[in-house]
């Protein structure tokens, strides 16, 4: 039996396995030409860069320090061992063939991205979004999203639990242009057409993956200022560190997103997936043990100590460790973090010598130094914008006469002349400054006579779709009313009631009118759905929307009396993933205040203003727990509608 059961428990072992990706050296000096293809002739250069190597070695350590992936199982390919074959064969022989249901798939590139032609594919520019292998400059291919896209389809067919994080241009929906000092990670689009036509199957987010793109499909990503790092890539690293154990993934994720716009303000990362995969912990799970421990590495001779643990861990310069279950050994205090999973200490108390191996744990924490906070400002000229608010402040008496009295438009707001001048203004005039900007409006170059264009066929468009609609509508139904509506208001000639109900009544009468006191529940209560204290808190909201109410009255099972109310508020507390699986009866309120059906409205409203409330069940006087209907203040609103407009 014992052998049976350990049998058991290793055929179902979740494994963990990752391929991790960084270029950083695109020269492909050692790689020889792709066969039957040669480079791109439209791509003149394919710039290196600084930190995917780094990323790529940054996440392993957070891999194997964090979220509990065996060394063994993490494979990694850099500058120009990431070939395109290279890349497709560890997919193959890595993420795919071995892979069992449940395991935990990880596949993480960094480095350039770019698009490819394919005059058969599904995108409406038919070019698909790429990542540049290390030989693409001896005429490999892309690798392309929809070519991952089957492969990461068999990965999921296995039933495993993937997760894919690009940082790279053109990686998946959500960048905003450069800042200054920054390297983007894309090079120009291949114009070779590779016609594949698919198919390619499912989107693998619709499938259950989660994807996280450092920027969106048309846009571009960025380094850290000091190159050593994708600035969407160090973010999530910062915060993964920061997560909780189980911190769901799009909560990590938006805390990244929080830190890379200190650097990079106009990079928008996406995170892309279902509901259960955007609240599942990134991998499954982020290792937190109940102590933080570390190993020793060895003791150098100047008395110093190499520790297997440094930032990722936790650990900051001036924590305190100390060896596992010793509560009077010798000290260790961190003088200097030397990478994610490594750090130097500084020994004292030693009274024999410490074998290498020895585990540690921290006895006294180090608060890190205060982050600084990054701004970006763009440049920009003062007079520029002074210029800009005169012209669109002068313009609007101007304008307003022009469209009164030469153009004779009904415009009473002057809706025109404050609104939509002064836009079109500022559009043209953004052509004007916009080049005075290092790098651009928002990383994009924007020219005058772009702008003008532009607002020209802005204003041709409208005027012309204005008329067509406006001489359809007038030859369908007509578009003036008559004087006689126009001089009595459409509010009577077309709703038949005032807007206004209180100014009519107060005109036709000296004094105030009490309406309210002549008019009884009965007579504008309404029947209302009810529910019991058993049903989901899903099914209870479903039934407001439909009917558009927001609070409904509860009836018990057995006997139908009325035992509470129950309203959106109070729906509202619950999280909308456990609605579902939460009942009525742990949330609705059981003191109920209710109105009888000959109360006066104006009574209920004294009691409604009191109380706060605005929903009364209406009960017997006889039998105060049988329902007959509710009276809202909405029902109220319009019974004092019509009664004022009744004694006007």
Same mark, same amino acid.
């Given at each position: ?20 990706? +960084? ?38 350590? %957070? ?36 892979? /069992? ?14 698009? /490819? ?56 929906? +959500? ?181 290498? +191996? ?249 009691? %409604? ?40």
């Amino acid at each position: 039996m014992p052998v049976m059961l350990l049998a058991f428990f290793a055929a179902v072992q979740i494994h963990r396995h990752a391929l991790l990706i +960084g270029i950083n050296d695109y020269t492909a000096s050692h790689l020889r030409a792709a066969p039957h293809w040669k480079a791109a002739p439209n791509r003149e250069d394919w710039p290196d860069l600084g930190g995917a190597a780094n990323d790529a070695v940054g996440l392993r350590d %957070m891999l194997t320090a964090r979220c509990g992936f065996d060394p063994r199982d993490v494979v990694m390919l850099t500058d120009q061992a990431a070939t395109r074959e290279a890349i497709l064969h560890a997919i193959h022989s890595h993420l795919i063939d071995g892979v /069992q249901a449940g395991d935990v798939v990880f596949f993480y590139f960094a480095g350039h991205g770019s698009q /490819q032609r394919n005059s058969k594919s599904d995108e409406p520019d038919k070019f698909d979004e790429s990542i540049i292998p290390a030989d693409s400059r001896r005429g490999a291919l892309d690798i392309r999203d929809k070519e991952l896209r089957r492969l990461f389809n068999a990965i999921l067919d296995r039933g495993a639990k993937l997760t894919v994080m690009i940082d790279a241009c053109h990686s998946g929906s +959500g960048a905003r242009g450069l800042l200054t000092g920054t390297r983007s990670r894309g090079i120009a689009p291949d114009l070779r057409d590779v016609a594949d036509g698919g198919p390619w199957g499912p989107r693998p987010e619709n499938r259950g993956a989660l994807v996280l793109a450092a920027s969106q499909d048309f846009a571009n990503a960025g380094e850290t200022p000091d190159h050593q790092h994708g600035a969407f890539t160090w973010a999530w690293i910062q915060s993964l560190r920061a997560a909780a154990p189980d911190e769901p993934a799009v909560e990590t994720f938006l805390r990244a997103q929080a830190r890379m716009r200190g650097e990079r303000p106009f990079q928008d990362p996406v995170l892309a997936g279902n509901d259960s995969a955007r609240r599942t912990p990134f991998l499954g799970t982020v290792s937190a043990p109940r102590r933080t421990v570390v190993a020793l590495q060895r003791v150098r001779r100047d008395g110093t100590a190499v520790l297997e643990g440094g930032w990722a861990n936790g650990l900051d310069v001036g924590a305190e460790l100390r060896p596992v279950g010793m509560s009077g050994g010798p000290r260790f205090v961190i003088t200097s973090i030397d990478g994610l999973v490594r750090s130097t200490a500084r020994i004292s108390g030693v009274t024999a010598p410490i074998p290498p +191996g020895t585990l540690l744990e921290i006895v006294a924490w180090a608060a890190p130094p205060p982050a600084q906070l990054a701004v970006s400002v763009p440049r920009t000229s003062a007079s520029a914008g002074e210029l800009r608010g005169l012209a669109a402040g002068v313009q609007i008496p101007w304008t307003s006469r022009l469209i009164a009295r030469v153009l004779q438009i009904d415009d009473p707001c002057d809706v025109g002349p404050v609104h939509a001048t002064p836009g079109l203004l500022g559009g043209m005039a953004a052509g004007l400054w916009a080049p005075m900007i290092p790098n651009g409006f928002h990383g994009y170059n924007v020219h005058f006579m772009a702008q003008f264009v532009g607002t020209a066929t802005a204003i041709a468009y409208g005027l012309v779709a204005s008329v067509i609609l406006f001489k359809t509508v007038d030859w369908l139904v007509g578009l003036r009313v008559s004087e006689d509506e126009e001089l009595s208001g459409l509010d009577l000639a077309q709703h038949g009631m005032p807007a206004y109900p209180e100014l009519i009544a107060a005109a036709a009468s000296p004094r105030p009118l009490h309406v309210l006191s002549a008019v009884r529940v009965s007579q504008v209560m309404n029947t209302v759905p009810s529910v019991t204290p058993e049903d989901s808190l899903d099914h209870v909201q479903e039934l407001m929307f439909g009917r558009e109410i927001f609070a409904l009255p509860v009836l018990r099972l057995n006997d139908e009396d009325l035992c509470g109310i129950i309203t959106m508020a109070d729906i509202t507390k619950i999280d909308r993933a456990e609605r579902v699986n939460v009942r009525v009866a742990a949330v609705y309120s059981r003191q109920v205040q209710s109105a009888f059906p000959d109360e006066t409205i104006h009574e209920v409203v004294e009691r %409604m203003r009191e109380l706060h409330l605005a929903n009364f069940p209406v009960v017997s006087r006889r039998e105060e727990n049988r329902l007959l209907g509710m009276v809202t203040k909405g029902d109220i609103v319009l019974a004092y509608r019509q009664v004022a407009l009744d004694s006007a």
